[in-house]
């Protein structure tokens, strides 16, 4: 993805919702996207979707995917180097944020290492319902580096899959991809309750997705990550309106079209039930008012097409 | 610790006096029921391997091997045969100077009693004696992992050596196994493992950064012919890259000769160059292995992302 520096101050802009314009936080310049701004944004758009296809030349298309990544190079108070290979770049209120291949890495800016600390003290005290654990800390951060940076900034590197990439990335979805992508954030909002937590940046750069096997995460921001009804007052409500203004902001029409049922729109534009338990539970039901109940189609094979040793016929 | 001379006849004494050979089982030679407060890791502060008349350039090695289970076999490989092959061909090829070896028992922090068991730094006779007051608890299994991790936290934060202190060396680490290694340490299995208060879960990149500023470590992964023996070494292969490698179960008889070619590789030798000497049965079958190991020496320096 490319990175726009305002042509006023030449810092990094931030892009809008709908990806068409972008935005510097330093001196307000805005900056409507030209076509060559949309073309990479296509171009890199088709070449991931290309990547997450699983066929036998993949392998080689995700390299080529990140031949183009550009580079930035950090120095730790320790003479250690980092490197960093990324493809999408953004300037956030606390850090700048590089999305690389296998990890997110945060540069805190000057002033903001507790802001670095309290991501890590955030993401360490998840917990996880004994039965499910693996599974449901595979969508949250593992912190893979932590260093001081020789500006004596701090610099926090977070795990990611490959195949994942933040929302805004995607541009506009249509209803049965929002669906799935509510069903994700829904069960992150449930973990979020479990611990008693409210992440009120749930957002189109702080979810990432893996459009493959329809898996969302909620990486980004744990600075602002506080416990319920704590310092700002924070409640389940928050979690819970994040999600929609982000998935309403990921949606390709509001009009009511096959893709886009009623009962999707309703969700979208309802407030939010008393917990993340009662509202995956509402969702849960406008979910088959939307789409209908999950079919079961026999297929014509039986288990010996299926089971036996190779060569068996 | 670590002062003495390892010698051959205290190993045939040693041999005599606890009746090993390799008709003895593991629970024959591990006889312990529950482990020695001596060896708990919790109940350890630190392990030194200090300089000493004997010892005066001490290079600390460290052997942890996975006690979950029915990994009573490997205990057993390390006991009656690779630890007494191990230290004398170190020795004999000089892989590294003045070796002295702890034994780790690993088990698993999220289910185990004794999750980490760790002997003494020790030149002689009693790093095998020492092995043997270990307890195989073959707790662990059916959680995606074991915790070889907590070798990695305890080297690195709980280990004093003189080869660092005094001249910036590093020691090395073997960690031994059949399985993944759980992703991170959380501030429980700190605390339960090591009686130690962290702030932040610590994740095995983390671990192994900070471990390598004083320890070249490297894992042998031990292939057991089932589906997810190339899944499972490719995950140790992604974390450890260059610093893994296989072992067939069937080849565990050569585990001494594979962690000492590894030392000399680590030393500067070619793989070819460590192998040499060797019969030539017991080259052919550790060559594959050994083909793994790739030493890059700006492991440390930069670090990418």
């Given at each position: 993805?490319?990175?726009?520096?305002?042509?006023?101050?030449?810092?990094?802009?931030?892009?809008?919702?709908?990806?068409?314009?972008?935005?510097?936080?330093?001196?307000?310049?805005?900056?409507?996207?030209?076509?060559?701004?949309?073309?990479?944004?296509?171009?890199?758009?088709?070449?991931?979707?290309?990547?997450?296809?699983?066929?036998?030349?993949?392998?080689?298309?995700?390299?080529?995917?990140?031949?183009?990544?550009?580079?930035?190079?950090?120095?730790?108070?320790?003479?250690?180097?980092?490197?960093?290979?990324?493809?999408?770049?953004?300037?956030?209120?606390?850090?700048?944020?590089?999305?690389?291949?296998?990890?997110?890495?945060?540069?805190?800016?000057?002033?903001?290492?507790?802001?670095?600390?309290?991501?890590?003290?955030?993401?360490?005290?998840?917990?996880?319902?004994?039965?499910?654990?693996?599974?449901?800390?595979?969508?949250?951060?593992?912190?893979?580096?932590?260093?001081?940076?020789?500006?004596?900034?701090?610099?926090?590197?977070?795990?990611?899959?490959?195949?994942?990439?933040?929302?805004?990335?995607?541009?506009?979805?249509?209803?049965?991809?929002?669906?799935?992508?509510?069903?994700?954030?829904?069960?992150?909002?449930?973990?979020?309750?479990?611990?008693?937590?409210?992440?009120?940046?749930?957002?189109?750069?702080?979810?990432?997705?893996?459009?493959?096997?329809?898996?969302?995460?909620?990486?980004?921001?744990?600075?602002?990550?506080?416990?319920?009804?704590?310092?700002?007052?924070?409640?389940?409500?928050?979690?819970?309106?994040?999600?929609?203004?982000?998935?309403?902001?990921?949606?390709?029409?509001?009009?009511?079209?096959?893709?886009?049922?009623?009962?999707?729109?309703?969700?979208?534009?309802?407030?939010?039930?008393?917990?993340?338990?009662?509202?995956?539970?509402?969702?849960?039901?406008?979910?088959?008012?939307?789409?209908?109940?999950?079919?079961?189609?026999?297929?014509?094979?039986?288990?010996?097409?299926?089971?036996?040793?190779?060569?068996?016929? | 610790m670590g002062?003495?001379?390892y010698?051959?006849?205290?190993w045939?004494?040693l041999?005599?006096?606890r009746?090993l050979?390799?008709?003895?089982?593991a629970?024959?030679i591990f006889?312990s029921?529950?482990a020695n407060?001596s060896v708990r890791s919790?109940?350890v502060?630190?392990r030194?391997a200090?300089?000493?008349?004997?010892?005066?350039?001490?290079t600390p090695v460290i052997i942890g091997f996975d006690v979950?289970?029915?990994m009573g076999?490997l205990a057993k490989e390390i006991a009656t045969n690779a630890l007494n092959n191990m230290i004398?061909?170190i020795?004999?090829?000089?892989?590294?100077?003045?070796p002295q070896v702890l034994c780790a028992a690993i088990g698993?922090?999220?289910?185990?009693?004794y999750p980490l068991q760790v002997t003494q730094f020790e030149s002689d006779i009693r790093m095998v004696s020492q092995l043997m007051t270990l307890c195989l608890e073959?707790?662990?299994?059916?959680?995606?992992?074991?915790?070889y991790?907590l070798l990695?936290?305890f080297a690195?934060?709980h280990t004093?050596?003189?080869?660092?202190?005094?001249?910036?060396?590093?020691g090395l680490i073997f960690s031994i196994g059949?399985?993944?290694?759980?992703?991170?340490?959380?501030?429980?299995?700190?605390?339960?493992?090591?009686?130690?208060?962290?702030?932040?879960?610590?994740?095995?990149?983390?671990?192994?950064?900070?471990?390598?500023?004083?320890y070249?470590?490297f894992?042998l992964?031990?292939?057991?012919?089932?589906?997810?023996?190339?899944?499972?070494?490719?995950?140790?292969?992604?974390?450890?890259?260059?610093?893994?490698?296989?072992?067939?179960?069937?080849?565990?008889?050569?585990l001494s000769?594979?962690i000492?070619?590894?030392?000399?590789?680590?030393?500067?030798?070619?793989?070819?160059?460590?192998?040499?000497?060797?019969?030539?049965?017991?080259?052919?079958?550790?060559?594959?292995?050994?083909?793994?190991?790739?030493?890059?020496?700006?492991?440390?320096?930069?670090?990418?992302?």
């Amino acid at each position: 993805m490319r990175n726009l520096n305002c042509k006023n101050c030449g810092s990094a802009m931030i892009y809008d919702v709908s990806s068409m314009m972008a935005h510097c936080r330093f001196c307000g310049t805005s900056y409507v996207l030209d076509h060559k701004d949309t073309d990479y944004f296509k171009t890199f758009y088709r070449q991931m979707i290309e990547s997450s296809s699983k066929d036998e030349d993949r392998k080689q298309r995700d390299d080529s995917l990140w031949e183009n990544a550009d580079t930035m190079s950090f120095t730790t108070q320790e003479g250690q180097v980092i490197e960093l290979k990324y493809l999408h770049f953004y300037s956030d209120k606390c850090a700048d944020v590089f999305v690389t291949r296998r990890n997110i890495a945060f540069h805190f800016r000057a002033g903001m290492n507790d802001q670095a600390e309290h991501f890590r003290r955030m993401v360490s005290s998840l917990d996880y319902p004994s039965a499910d654990t693996r599974a449901l800390s595979d969508f949250f951060p593992r912190v893979t580096g932590a260093f001081v940076l020789d500006d004596g900034t701090s610099l926090l590197v977070i795990n990611k899959r490959e195949e994942e990439y933040p929302l805004r990335l995607f541009g506009k979805l249509g209803g049965r991809h929002i669906a799935w992508i509510i069903s994700r954030l829904e069960n992150l909002c449930c973990v979020l309750e479990y611990n008693g937590l409210v992440h009120p940046e749930i957002d189109l750069d702080t979810v990432y997705i893996n459009p493959g096997n329809h898996t969302a995460c909620l990486y980004c921001n744990w600075w602002s990550v506080e416990r319920k009804n704590s310092e700002h007052m924070l409640t389940s409500a928050d979690n819970l309106k994040g999600l929609r203004k982000t998935v309403k902001a990921l949606l390709e029409t509001e009009e009511v079209t096959p893709d886009t049922p009623q009962a999707l729109l309703d969700f979208i534009n309802s407030e939010p039930k008393f917990d993340a338990y009662e509202d995956f539970a509402y969702w849960d039901d406008l979910l088959i008012k939307a789409f209908g109940e999950r079919k079961f189609i026999k297929m014509d094979t039986e288990d010996s097409d299926i089971y036996g040793k190779q060569g068996d016929s | 610790m670590g002062r003495g001379s390892y010698r051959a006849t205290d190993w045939a004494a040693l041999r005599t006096s606890r009746k090993l050979s390799g008709d003895s089982t593991a629970v024959q030679i591990f006889d312990s029921k529950a482990a020695n407060n001596s060896v708990r890791s919790n109940l350890v502060k630190t392990r030194e391997a200090r300089d000493n008349e004997d010892s005066p350039k001490s290079t600390p090695v460290i052997i942890g091997f996975d006690v979950t289970a029915s990994m009573g076999y490997l205990a057993k490989e390390i006991a009656t045969n690779a630890l007494n092959n191990m230290i004398t061909t170190i020795l004999s090829k000089n892989a590294v100077t003045n070796p002295q070896v702890l034994c780790a028992a690993i088990g698993d922090v999220k289910s185990d009693r004794y999750p980490l068991q760790v002997t003494q730094f020790e030149s002689d006779i009693r790093m095998v004696s020492q092995l043997m007051t270990l307890c195989l608890e073959g707790g662990g299994g059916g959680n995606g992992g074991e915790s070889y991790n907590l070798l990695w936290y305890f080297a690195s934060r709980h280990t004093v050596t003189d080869c660092y202190e005094k001249r910036k060396g590093k020691g090395l680490i073997f960690s031994i196994g059949d399985d993944k290694c759980h992703p991170e340490l959380t501030r429980n299995d700190i605390f339960n493992a090591f009686a130690d208060n962290v702030p932040y879960t610590v994740s095995n990149e983390e671990l192994i950064r900070e471990v390598s500023a004083k320890y070249d470590i490297f894992h042998l992964y031990i292939e057991n012919d089932t589906v997810s023996d190339k899944e499972v070494f490719r995950y140790w292969n992604d974390l450890l890259p260059g610093r893994s490698c296989p072992i067939h179960k069937k080849d565990i008889s050569l585990l001494s000769d594979l962690i000492v070619a590894i030392m000399l590789v680590n030393g500067g030798m070619t793989q070819n160059q460590a192998l040499q000497g060797m019969n030539q049965d017991t080259a052919e079958r550790i060559a594959r292995s050994l083909s793994f190991i790739e030493i890059k020496k700006t492991y440390n320096n930069i670090i990418s992302f």
